[in-house]
């Protein structure tokens, strides 16, 4: 059961113009959510996070988007650099059911690819 | 502060062989979390330690399972290696709601 999907395996844009990468969630309990980059051969690298009493979160460049009543959010990279190209991951994060332990959960990824 | 450890960073066993991979999380953390990554793939989720216990395990064989020990590290083991188990192994640790990741560790079975 896919808790976090990431629809898109892949995205191209141009230098300059805005990279905007999907997440859906189906878990209603989730109320962290995490964007993660990812580079070949290295560990993901923590990127952004925004709560759930939250719809926004900016950080520079990047911008996270929570819509909470679609179950969606949105990872926004403006100006896009040749150097984002990377598999971006979004995470969503849940109390577990004992109540005590916070349970991460991760979408299989979207590869962008921005170009020069 | 350190961040998250994995050793070693290459492994290169057999088919048949078994591999163990250990991971160090941040201090202060007592989540780990292991995950693998195949060419061309996603993270697929292995298995989720919490305060020496594991909470999770993803849709893997039972040939792969792991520990956590009382300072939180872990270790993930792999018996009976298949060539299809060549991959990059992260493990993360994970307090609350922040996570880190390793830099892996690369599997390759002949």
């Known amino acids: ?116 | 502060e350190a961040g998250v450890t994995q050793s070693p960073t290459h492994l290169i066993k057999t088919r048949g062989q078994q591999a163990t991979l250990r991971c160090s999380p941040i201090s202060g953390h007592t989540s780990v979390y292991w995950y693998q990554q195949a060419l061309g793939l996603g993270l697929q989720f292995l298995l989720w330690y919490d305060e020496g216990e594991e909470r999770n395990r993803g849709n893997f064989p039972p040939r792969f399972s792991g520990r956590q020990f009382p300072n939180y590290s872990s270790e993930l083991n792999v018996n009976a290696l298949e060539l299809e188990d060549s991959a990059l192994y992260l493990c993360a640790s994970s307090r609350i709601h922040s996570a880190f990741f390793g830099q892996g560790t690369r599997l390759t079975v002949v």
């Open chain 1, 1 to 116: 059961d896919q808790q976090v999907k990431q629809n898109s395996p892949s995205l191209s844009v141009q230098e300059g113009r805005i990279s905007i990468l999907n997440c859906d969630y189906t878990n209603s309990m989730f109320d962290y959510f995490l964007w993660y980059k990812k580079y070949p051969a290295e560990g993901p690298t923590f990127l952004i996070s925004i709560s759930s009493i939250k719809d926004k979160n900016e950080d520079g460049r990047f911008t996270v988007f929570l819509n909470k009543s679609a179950k969606h959010l949105s990872l926004h990279i403006v100006p896009s650099q040749p150097g984002d190209s990377a598999v971006y991951f979004c995470a969503a994060s849940s109390v577990n059911s004992g109540g005590s332990n916070y349970k991460l959960t991760f979408g299989k990824g979207t590869l962008l690819t921005v170009n020069p």
